[in-house]
C-alpha cells in the first residue's frame, strides 16, 4: 500500500513523501472507486509533524478521516486495499458460467428410496416431548 518516493518534486518544507493507494466502496450506493495519494511528511515552524494528502496534484482531506462517495456524497464508506474494486470489476465481467468441480459426483437419491429410508413413526417424532412417570 505505501511507497516511499525520492525527494524530487517535494513541496516547500516538505522531509519525505510517500505513496498509498486505496480501494473505496459505498455502503450506500454500491460505488467503487482507487485512488492513489502523495502523502508530503512536513514540520511546522515549532517542530510538530503534519502531513498533506495530494491527490491528482491538488491537496485534499485525508482519505481516512471522513471519505464521501463521488456518487452519491454518502459517508458510509469502506476502505480497502488497493486493486479491490479493480478485481471486483474484473469478476463482475466474467463469464457467469462456473464448471464444475472436478472429481466424482454422488449421484443424487431417488425420491422412493428417499422415503424408504426415513420412515418415521409418529412416536419417534413424540419421543422428546414424552415425560417419564414419577
Not at 511528511?41 to 495530494?54: C, M, Q, S, W
Not at 468441480?101 to 419421543?127: K, N, Y
Request: with cysteine; aromatic share 6%; net charge negative.
Amino acid at each position: 500500500m505505501s511507497e516511499i518516493a525520492g525527494q524530487t518534486g517535494l513541496r516547500a518544507g516538505a522531509t519525505a513523501v510517500v505513496n498509498e493507494s486505496y480501494s473505496f466502496a459505498c455502503m450506500r450506493c454500491g460505488h467503487g472507486w482507487e485512488q492513489s495519494y502523495e502523502i508530503e511528511h512536513h514540520t511546522d515552524a515549532t517542530g510538530h509533524e503534519f502531513v498533506l494528502y495530494v491527490a491528482d496534484g491538488k491537496v485534499v482531506p485525508s482519505p481516512l478521516s471522513k471519505p464521501a462517495c463521488h456518487n452519491c456524497d454518502g459517508h458510509v464508506v469502506r476502505i480497502m486495499r488497493p486493486g479491490r474494486v479493480a478485481s471486483a470489476r474484473d469478476a463482475a465481467h466474467r463469464s457467469h458460467h462456473v464448471p464444475p468441480p472436478a472429481g466424482p459426483v454422488e449421484a443424487p437419491i431417488p425420491v422412493a428410496e428417499e422415503r424408504e429410508r426415513h420412515h418415521w413413526h409418529l412416536s419417534d417424532l413424540l419421543h422428546p416431548f414424552q415425560r417419564k412417570a414419577s
